[in-house]
T-cell receptor
Framework: GAVVSQHPSRVICKSGTSVKIECRSL??????MFWYRQFPKQSLMLMAT?????????EQGVEKDKFLINHASLTLSTLTVTSAHPEDSSFYIC?????????????FGQGTRLTVV | AQKVTQAQTEISVVEKEDVTLDCVYE???????LFWYKQPPSGELVFLIR??????QNEISGRYSWNFQKSTSSFNFTITASQVVDSAVYFC???????????FGKGTKLSVIP
């Protein structure tokens, strides 16, 4: 299979600060990555689709100025939560379309648990 | 629009019992993929299975089996002889052909009691 690494796994930040979460495809190139958010005891909801070299596509209701996505290389996408507030506390998880041999699958990172205090 | 329904929010079984997790989906795509993921308390998603819409054969992998019924738009998951380590939240998900975005159900929390 293909490996997607997400960092950090846990982060606590103060209200008003920004937090960056990294999603890396370790052994393959990922032209497309996805960012999901999961509130406690709820399902995963797609936030945005990140395309290498172009602007991300955000789902309805997701503030693109608050959740900045950068996909500057074929192996790295970052999600920056700007001016974080307690209501942004959530589990964020990324996925990447697999390499050619596994292109029908999406591989998930380990997730990042964000707590804003 | 795509939709995945997991009607069972929480299930508790005693160890060694069999348990079936239900999943019903809606899509207008003729080609699509169905998935099951396991999410233990640590949070990561563990891939269990992917099934494409043209393959209605049931699959068995050890204690796990999946029943895909296109006629009823269901993709149910059975764990035989459940174990405590099976305790987790299980998600059913759907994606269209050529799309790698997943639409997830709300998940079923399975608790296996020793």
């Amino acid at each position: 299979g293909a490996v997607v690494s997400q960092h950090p796994s846990r982060v606590i930040c103060k209200s008003g600060t920004s937090v960056k979460i990294e999603c890396r495809s370790l052994d393959f190139q990922a032209t497309t990555m996805f960012w999901y958010r999961q509130f406690p005891k709820q399902s995963l909801m797609l936030m945005a689709t990140s395309n290498e070299g172009s602007k991300a596509t955000y789902e309805q209701g997701v503030e693109k100025d608050k959740f900045l996505i950068n996909h500057a290389s074929l192996t790295l996408s970052t999600l920056t939560v700007t001016s974080a507030h307690p209501e942004d506390s959530s589990f964020y998880i990324c996925s990447a379309r697999g390499p050619r041999a596994l292109s029908t699958e999406a591989f998930f990172g380990q997730g990042t648990r964000l707590t804003v205090v | 629009a795509q939709k995945v329904t997991q009607a069972q929010t929480e299930i508790s079984v005693v160890e060694k019992e069999d348990v079936t997790l239900d999943c019903v989906y809606e899509t207008r795509d003729t080609t699509y993929y169905l998935f099951w993921y396991k999410q233990p308390p640590s949070g990561e998603l563990v891939f269990l299975i992917r099934r494409n819409s043209f393959d209605e054969q049931n699959e068995i992998s050890g204690r796990y089996s999946w029943n895909f019924q296109k006629s009823t738009s269901s993709f149910n998951f059975t764990i035989t002889a459940s174990q405590v380590v099976d305790s987790a939240v299980y998600f059913c998900a759907l994606s269209g052909a050529g799309s790698y975005q997943l639409t997830f159900g709300k998940g079923t929390k399975l608790s296996v009691i020793p």
